[in-house]
C-alpha cells in the first residue's frame, strides 16, 4: 500500500494555465495523493481569459470546477488569505509544492522571501523545511532580474522548471507539448508519468 503524498498546486498569473488544468487533472485521479489548490487572482484572470471558465476565488468549488472540470475528494481549496492554513506551517508536511504557471512577479516575492500571501508564505515554507518546491516559470525573453531571481531561489533549494517542452518526442497537438511539461513535473514531484514516451540510451533502443 503506497503512503499517501500530500502536495499543493498554485495557480498564479502568468500565460499558462492550461499546464495547471492538466497537471490538476492527472493528481485528481492519484487517490493516494492530497492536494491543495490555491489560485491568485490574477491567475483567475488568466483561467478565464485562456481557458474561457468563469472562475472565482472567493469560491473554491468555480475554482475548481473552472480548472479540473470538477470537484475531485482529494482536492481542497485553500483561499490565499488564510493565513492559519496547515500548508502555512512547517510542521504541516507538504511533499513537494508546484507553482504551475509562475508569473516573475510571484518569483521575484518567493525570492524576496516576502511571504505576503498563502502561496508566497507557503513556498517559503518549503524552502526553510528543505522540502520540494517547483516553480513552473512561463516568461519569454527574459530580463536580467528574472534570470538573477531564477537564481536565488535554485541557490535556496527550488526546481526551476521553464515551461520549455522538448520535441524528441515527436509532439503532434498543443497537448502533446502541454504533456511533456506536465511530465516533466510530475518527475519532480516524485511522481510516475505516462505523458510523454521518456527519451532511451541508445543502447536501450538496440534492444
Known amino acids: 500500500m503506497k503512503i499517501p503524498k500530500t502536495y499543493s498546486v498554485a495557480v498564479t498569473g502568468a500565460s499558462g494555465s492550461i499546464?495547471?488544468?492538466?497537471?490538476?487533472?492527472?493528481?485528481?485521479?492519484?487517490?493516494?495523493?492530497r492536494v491543495h489548490l490555491l489560485m491568485s487572482e490574477a491567475g483567475a484572470r488568466?483561467?478565464?481569459?485562456?481557458?474561457?471558465?468563469?472562475?472565482d476565488i472567493a469560491d473554491g468549488r468555480s475554482v475548481m470546477r473552472g480548472l479540473i472540470g470538477s470537484e475531485p475528494p482529494n482536492f481542497r481549496y485553500e483561499?490565499?488569505?488564510n493565513i492559519g492554513a496547515g500548508?502555512?506551517?512547517g510542521?504541516?508536511?507538504?511533499?513537494?509544492?508546484?507553482?504551475?504557471?509562475?508569473?516573475?512577479?510571484?518569483?521575484?516575492r518567493i525570492a524576496a522571501g516576502t511571504g505576503?500571501?498563502?502561496?508566497?508564505?507557503?513556498?517559503?515554507?518549503?524552502?526553510?523545511?528543505r522540502r520540494n518546491l517547483i516553480l513552473v516559470a512561463r516568461e519569454t525573453p527574459l530580463s536580467l532580474i528574472g534570470i538573477e531571481n531564477m537564481a536565488r531561489v535554485a541557490r535556496a533549494g527550488?526546481?526551476?522548471?521553464?515551461?520549455?517542452?522538448?520535441?524528441?518526442?515527436?509532439?503532434?497537438?498543443v497537448d502533446d507539448l502541454v504533456d511533456f511539461v506536465v511530465g516533466k513535473v510530475l518527475l519532480q514531484m516524485g511522481e510516475a508519468q505516462?505523458?510523454?514516451?521518456?527519451?532511451?540510451?541508445?543502447e536501450e533502443q538496440a534492444d
Request: include cysteine; charged fraction near 25%; aromatic fraction near 6%.
Open 87 to 89: 500548508i502555512a506551517s
Open 158 to 173: 527550488a526546481c526551476v522548471l521553464p515551461a520549455m517542452p522538448g520535441f524528441y518526442h515527436l509532439p503532434k497537438s
Open 46 to 55: 488568466v483561467v478565464r481569459e485562456e481557458l474561457g471558465q468563469n472562475v
Open 116 to 129: 505576503s500571501n498563502l502561496i508566497e508564505r507557503a513556498a517559503d515554507v518549503q524552502l526553510k523545511e
Open 194 to 202: 505516462s505523458l510523454f514516451k521518456r527519451r532511451m540510451a541508445r
Open 19 to 33: 499546464y495547471a488544468r492538466c497537471l490538476c487533472r492527472v493528481l485528481s485521479k492519484r487517490k493516494d495523493a
Open 91 to 108: 510542521s504541516y508536511v507538504v511533499d513537494a509544492m508546484v507553482v504551475i504557471p509562475c508569473s516573475m512577479g510571484t518569483l521575484g
Open 79 to 81: 483561499a490565499l488569505d
